[in-house]
């Protein structure tokens, strides 16, 4: 296929209503890296019961940011659910930190928790535990078979908007009304 492979990293993944896998329904997913080896993304929209500062207290690192104690922390998906991932913007200079984009980054290293809890860390950050990952070719079959719509991502929506409105926000960017999609699309 050589340089007609559509790369779609930077882009939301928009659950379709008939997404049966119960990982992914009702789903908005940010894809942090996707290429010929396969893809990896991020659940950006459903936080879990538990805040910032109790993640924090876990992993013993003091959180002195009250701003963010009360964050919540997000599944991010099904793949290494006992392990933290952190999206940001700046880029900053972590450990382990895969750059998406220029002032975009997933970071896996503790570092950046130390300095988020010091007030030193980036000015945005979401913090998941897990993430989803695709095998080679495997997200662009559920493309294919209409499981996601895809638009290039907003980072505000990630980091300015609370999780119960990125969903509907992620839709506007492609122009249309979540509540109008019925299940009837992609069945013609």
Not at 76 to 88: S, Y
Not at 120 to 136: I, K, Q, R, T
Request: charged share 20%; hydrophobic share 45%; glycine share 8%.
């Amino acid at each position: 296929m050589g340089e007609s492979r559509v790369n779609l990293t930077h882009h939301f993944l928009i659950a379709m209503p008939s997404m049966a896998d119960p990982h992914f329904a009702h789903t908005l997913i940010y894809v942090c890296e996707h290429n010929e080896k396969g893809a990896l993304g991020i659940v950006i929209n459903k936080p879990i019961d538990m805040t910032l500062s109790s993640l924090f207290e876990q992993i013993q690192v003091p959180l002195g940011d009250s701003d963010l104690r009360a964050a919540p922390v997000h599944y991010g998906g099904p793949v290494q659910i006992d392990r933290g991932f952190v999206l940001h913007r700046p880029l900053g200079s972590w450990q382990s930190t895969l750059a998406i984009s220029d002032d975009l980054g997933l970071t896996t290293s503790k570092d950046i928790l130390e300095a988020v809890g010091h007030g030193e860390g980036p000015h945005d950050v979401l913090v998941s535990l897990g993430y989803a990952g695709w095998s080679a070719d495997q997200l662009e079959q559920e493309i294919a078979q209409n499981a996601w719509l895809t638009v290039e991502a907003d980072p505000d929506v990630m980091f300015a908007l609370p999780a119960e409105t990125r969903l509907s926000a992620a839709m506007k960017l492609l122009g249309i009304d979540f509540s109008r999609l019925s299940d009837a699309v992609g069945h013609a």
